[in-house]
């Protein structure tokens, strides 16, 4: 695959990232975590002449990180970002933000699963650290946008940019990226939002990537080997303390060791015996107690929402008003399910047609467009659920 640099654009044309001006006076900001998605992102806009800045975020401790396999910004993948600029022939420059990803993210995180919901570091990242903070920085060098290797489409709508799901449904980051604001939309770029990963991959090799056969990163980047308890109580110690563990009757089935260790439709290691399958339908933090029932308690009919984004057309409050139909998803690997918006005791709640199984507390809700265009409209944290059954209510 030939890559060549973009020719300048007739007077009052755009070029690829939308500036009416020639790639080489266009100056970008690519954030490099390491891997290969912002790897080919900082190559591809090199190659086609864009004046390049890769910059990488050390966002937990170097020493401590280094060793880690599997994770992005960690020791390894700052050098394997530094070996890709100096391959490609642009500057490189690694910044410290582990406080204030400590304090954004982290500490969240933590407190987060302490008050019994569950958290979504990935989405607070996104919002704070690199959608706040380093796109700040980006305007700070002077840089036209900043772009990522995130695989999701900005598009120009009528009313100005749009965010819409990538081209690749199998590798779609949506539910990841609602919170970005319109204002932040305006300056981000997403250039592999068309792209499958496959070619993405075959991108790296033509442009002799030294992280071309880089597996991609499975774990949270703080969280080493999947162990969310372990991160929790390090941060907070004694965070780790028992608690009941009770059936929806009332009756109580057990022992557990923290809150932190379970989450809501969690059925495997709960290490409680009644010869019916049980799931976490409730956590209550406060009193330290996990509570159980039968698969059918984890149906939801609706659920209330807080911290929302809004990207589609009007206000939400005006949507929520008319009770406009959306595609509403709550967890990353679900498909968005048809619904309605409205209110629930004068919060902003969404409606399922039909229930949605293990919502939990914590996580997103993201809005779709229903009409059957890629459309993402906003979305917000789930801050209530309302069950399908109420006599199934904790």
Same mark, same amino acid.
């Not at 954030?31 to 937990?60: E, F, N």
């Not at 965070?239 to 923290?258: A, F, K, N, P, W």
């Not at 229903?370 to 979305?379: H, K």
């Given at each position: 695959m030939t890559i060549t640099p973009e020719a300048?654009?007739?007077?009052?044309?755009?070029?690829?990232?939308?500036?009416?001006?020639?790639?080489?006076?266009?100056?970008?900001?690519?954030?490099?975590?390491g891997g290969v998605d912002s790897s080919v992102v900082a190559?591809?806009?090199?190659?086609?002449?864009?004046?390049?800045?890769?910059?990488?975020?050390?966002?937990?401790?170097?020493?401590?990180?280094?060793?880690?396999?599997?994770?992005?910004?960690?020791?390894?993948?700052?050098?394997d970002a530094r070996n890709v600029c100096d391959q490609i022939g642009i500057p490189h420059y690694v910044l410290d933000y582990e406080t204030r990803f400590r304090e /954004? @993210?982290? =500490?969240?995180?933590? %407190?987060?699963? !302490?008050?019994?919901a569950t958290p979504i570091p990935c989405i607070r990242c996104n919002q704070t650290v690199k959608f706040s903070d380093l796109l700040r920085t980006a305007k700070d060098l002077g840089a036209d946008c900043l772009a990522t290797g995130h695989y999701i489409r900005r598009t120009d709508g009528p009313d100005g940019p749009e965010l819409h799901r990538a081209r690749d449904a199998s590798r779609d980051q949506s539910y990841f990226l609602f919170a970005t604001t319109a204002e932040?939309?305006?300056?981000?770029?997403?250039?592999?939002?068309?792209?499958?990963?496959? /070619? @993405?991959? =075959?991108?790296?090799? %033509?442009?002799? !990537?030294?992280?071309?056969?880089k597996p991609d990163s499975q774990d949270i980047c703080f969280v080493p080997e999947g162990s969310y308890a372990k991160v929790v109580e390090k941060l907070r110690p004694g965070s780790g303390r028992g608690g009941e563990?009770?059936?929806?009757?009332?009756?109580?089935?057990?022992?557990?060791?923290?809150?932190?260790?379970?989450?809501?439709?969690?059925?495997?290691?709960?290490?409680?015996?009644?010869?019916?399958?049980?799931?976490?339908?409730?956590?209550?933090a406060p009193a330290r107690r996990?509570?159980?029932?039968?698969?059918?308690?984890?149906?939801?009919?609706?659920?209330?929402?807080?911290?929302?984004?809004?990207?589609?057309?009007?206000?939400?409050?005006?949507?929520?008003?008319?009770?406009?139909?959306?595609l509403a998803r709550v967890r990353s690997t679900r498909e968005p399910l048809p619904a309605r918006l409205g209110y629930h005791n004068a919060a902003p709640c969404i409606r399922f047609d039909n229930s949605e199984e293990g919502v939990a507390r914590g996580q997103a809700c993201v809005f779709y467009d229903p009409s059957g265009s890629t459309q993402i409209l906003g979305g917000g944290f789930i801050a209530s659920t309302i069950a399908a059954d109420e006599k199934l209510r904790a």
């Amino acid at each position: 695959m030939t890559i060549t640099p973009e020719a300048a654009p007739l007077p009052g044309a755009l070029n690829s990232l939308g500036f009416a001006k020639p790639p080489s006076e266009t100056r970008v900001v690519a954030a490099m975590s390491g891997g290969v998605d912002s790897s080919v992102v900082a190559a591809l806009l090199k190659a086609q002449g864009y004046d390049v800045i890769g910059i990488t975020l050390q966002l937990y401790d170097h020493g401590a990180a280094i060793e880690k396999k599997g994770a992005c910004c960690a020791g390894q993948d700052i050098h394997d970002a530094r070996n890709v600029c100096d391959q490609i022939g642009i500057p490189h420059y690694v910044l410290d933000y582990e406080t204030r990803f400590r304090e /954004q @993210v982290m =500490e969240d995180f933590a %407190d987060t699963y !302490l008050s019994g919901a569950t958290p979504i570091p990935c989405i607070r990242c996104n919002q704070t650290v690199k959608f706040s903070d380093l796109l700040r920085t980006a305007k700070d060098l002077g840089a036209d946008c900043l772009a990522t290797g995130h695989y999701i489409r900005r598009t120009d709508g009528p009313d100005g940019p749009e965010l819409h799901r990538a081209r690749d449904a199998s590798r779609d980051q949506s539910y990841f990226l609602f919170a970005t604001t319109a204002e932040q939309l305006e300056y981000v770029r997403f250039p592999l939002g068309d792209l499958p990963k496959t /070619q @993405v991959r =075959e991108l790296a090799e %033509d442009f002799d !990537l030294p992280v071309a056969a880089k597996p991609d990163s499975q774990d949270i980047c703080f969280v080493p080997e999947g162990s969310y308890a372990k991160v929790v109580e390090k941060l907070r110690p004694g965070s780790g303390r028992g608690g009941e563990i009770m059936h929806l009757d009332g009756r109580v089935l057990g022992q557990h060791e923290g809150v932190i260790h379970y989450t809501i439709g969690q059925r495997r290691g709960l290490r409680i015996a009644t010869g019916d399958p049980l799931y976490v339908v409730k956590i209550d933090a406060p009193a330290r107690r996990v509570i159980v029932g039968p698969r059918e308690a984890l149906l939801t009919a609706a659920l209330t929402m807080e911290e929302l984004n809004w990207l589609g057309e009007g206000t939400l409050e005006d949507a929520c008003d008319r009770g406009d139909r959306v595609l509403a998803r709550v967890r990353s690997t679900r498909e968005p399910l048809p619904a309605r918006l409205g209110y629930h005791n004068a919060a902003p709640c969404i409606r399922f047609d039909n229930s949605e199984e293990g919502v939990a507390r914590g996580q997103a809700c993201v809005f779709y467009d229903p009409s059957g265009s890629t459309q993402i409209l906003g979305g917000g944290f789930i801050a209530s659920t309302i069950a399908a059954d109420e006599k199934l209510r904790a």
